[in-house]
């Protein structure tokens, strides 16, 4: 048990950023990623609990946590109805720190909320292999899909993002 | 094509809010959340986990708290914005409106017993030491019945304070000395005068002339007795042989 917690704190520190960033690209809004962030760690938690160390010792902690945050953020979608999120920055960032971290983060959370407006099959795809970065063969494992139709949806998703920016652009 | 791949690495870089970790660490139990609390008896710490309330402290600062709690208590802390009925529980638990749940994992069994007993004791009575030790089971263990209650990790919310010396002397307290004792004991409705007049005499029970029943002087049962109908006793063989039963709630004595 003690095992269990420290492996697992160390699973929180190394992964949060990486976790937090996705659950903010999948809804959009940093409420709800916070949200997601936490329930995909919390059933990590729980997981690790059950797990034989061995099976612990082997686990790829990177995808294994995408495929758990994916997950909790398909449920949530189920449960409630994905919201309408508005473009011009739906939710008003705390104003803190230097002007320019304003900026970045009002530009940030406008970004995400872009992306949140993709349809969630595309978005899930386009967010793991472009804003994590995973491999095509890691995405597929971790939507458990396979790859030909991992890559038609990142297609698919970033010629809609590519339609809208080049919109955005003429303003 | 380009800027849209650029734009999505950007949102890769975004960090964790601060805290972050801390929450998720509390919520997985791993650590313990704390907050501070304007209290009838001023700023109060206090730390609580998902089993209950696990600690209160008056410390002069959240870096003297957190220190003493990690010591003591041996788990970690992180402080965090309360729960929005919070507050409103503990003013009820102080007060005596409500009772909340402690968590008291970390301390001994001896201790944990002690602490369970002494919440059982009502607001506005008092009991000694020994009786205490008694009904945990360790009638000899009287002083370290005293130790346990020193060690309090939740004074104010499990009421050391309500456990005094059989020769009336307050005694000592971990939460603020004798005065701060007193102060307590009197806001919740003790006769202190009354109290320590008798056992500076040497009396340590009351009977109640109509029912034959002895109790502690603070017990609830006596309270509608006038004065001249009070009989006090040093002990229990006296008050036995004068005819008395000890009272079944305050259990002066086995029945």
New interface residues.
Partial sequence: MEGT?RV??RL??DN??????LS??LTGN?HDA?EV??DT??RA?RALADYAPERVRELKQRAWLHRIAVNVFRNRVRGVRPRLVELNGSEPSPASGPEEDVLRRAE?DE??AR?ACLPARYREA??LR????LSYAEVAEALGQPVGTVKANVHRG?KI??GE?HGDGDD | MATVMIDLKRLGDVKAPAGFAERVLAQAGMADSYAVFETVLGPVYVAWSRLGVSAAMRSKSAAEFQEWFEREIGRRLVRVDPPADLAGKISDQLSGKRRLRFDLRGLTPFSQAVLEKTLQIPRGQVRPYGWVAREIGHPAAVRAVGTALANNPIPYFIPCHRVVRSDGVIGNYGGGGPEAKKNILSLEGVQLARLQRLAQSGYRYEGVKSTKIFCFPTCYHGRHAREENFVFFHDETEARAAGYRPCKDCRPAVA
């Fill in positions: 917690e697992f704190e929180v520190r949060q950023d990486r976790i937090f960033a903010l690209a940093r916070e962030a936490q760690f919390l938690y940030i970004l995400a992306v386009v967010v472009h804003v994590q970065e970033l993002l590519r920016n």
